[in-house]
């Protein structure tokens, strides 16, 4: 059986990567401006466009997806005889990956031969897509299914997600933290650090005062934890904001060299929640 690496558009991975790799997805859908819009790395929906709406008052929303939408996902890969590992977006943060296990146990009576891993990767964003890319290149180097399989369990806990936001407001939509926190905050300038913990949930981590302040302590943070930084890829994902990213990331390569660095916008269904200006440091750690 050929194996086949799928993941959803949660991973946020730069579209160039999905098509020259030849990587299918499931798209999540974000409801925008009354219509339900996919979210597919950006082919649909320009980035710039989604946030600027947010800016100006547009409240998105989103919702897991549904069984129907895997099973038509998965299915032809079943027909064709297709090893299928689905790397999905964390079950801390959406209901979706419910969804994608009726839908392999739906495959799995109808095709007696359905091959189908899941992979709860209990990250997102470009931690997820860390995930999914670590999975390509060993499918490339041609790693069978079950070590591809292995190596994501046994990682998928070591990718560490640290996070910071420009604004409070859709923290408090979102009922991570008070109104009142929420307009304290924003007074004070406070700018929360969160991460993704081993459930795959969104956790506070610290806040400090100020934009600049919050993305120096992202490396901060990342140098106490990252291992043999040289050989890796780190990733970064940004709600709109290149010119943050360019402070980063010159702060980054003042301290180091790595493999590589990937740098994508957060998609629309993740982007609804975290807002405009938000900044995502992924990296491979001994543990989160």
């Not at 597919?40 to 409240?59: A, L, N, Q, T, V």
């Not at 010119?243 to 982007?271: A, H, M, Q, S, W």
Request: proline share 3%; aromatic share 8%; glycine share 8%.
């Amino acid at each position: 059986m050929n194996t086949v690496i799928l993941t959803d558009s949660s991973s946020d991975l730069p579209l160039q990567y999905i098509e020259n790799n030849n990587i299918p997805f499931i798209s999540l859908i974000c409801r925008y401006k009354g219509n339900d819009c996919k979210d597919d790395f950006g082919k649909s929906m320009d980035y710039h466009e989604f946030y600027d709406g947010i800016r100006s008052g547009e409240m998105p929303t989103t919702s897991q997806v549904n069984v129907q939408t895997y099973v038509d996902g998965f299915r032809k890969f079943v027909q064709n005889g297709n090893a299928i590992i689905y790397i999905g977006f964390s079950s801390g943060l959406s209901g979706s990956l419910g969804s994608s296990y009726i839908a392999k146990k739906a495959l799995q009576e109808e095709f007696e031969n359905a091959d189908i891993t899941i992979i709860d990767s209990r990250s997102a964003s470009l931690g997820q897509g860390l995930l999914v890319y670590y999975a390509n290149e060993m499918l490339k180097k041609g790693s069978s299914k079950a070590e591809i399989v292995d190596w994501l369990e046994n990682n998928k806990l070591k990718v560490n997600h640290l996070f910071t936001v420009d604004s409070l407001d859709h923290l408090k939509r979102g009922g991570r933290i008070s109104p009142a926190a929420a307009m304290f905050g924003t007074i004070l300038s406070i700018k929360p650090i969160l991460h993704i913990d081993t459930e795959g949930k969104l956790v506070p981590l610290t806040k400090v005062q100020g934009r600049k302040k919050s993305l120096r302590t992202l490396v901060e943070m990342m140098s106490e934890k990252i291992v043999n930084p040289s050989e890796q890829v780190l990733a970064i994902s940004h709600g709109d904001s290149a010119e943050d990213v360019e402070y980063l990331l010159g702060i980054l390569r003042e301290k180091y060299t790595f493999k590589d660095i990937i740098v994508n916008n957060i998609g629309p269904v993740i982007g609804s929640h975290s807002g405009p200006g938000t900044i995502a440091l992924f990296f491979l750690a001994d543990k989160r």
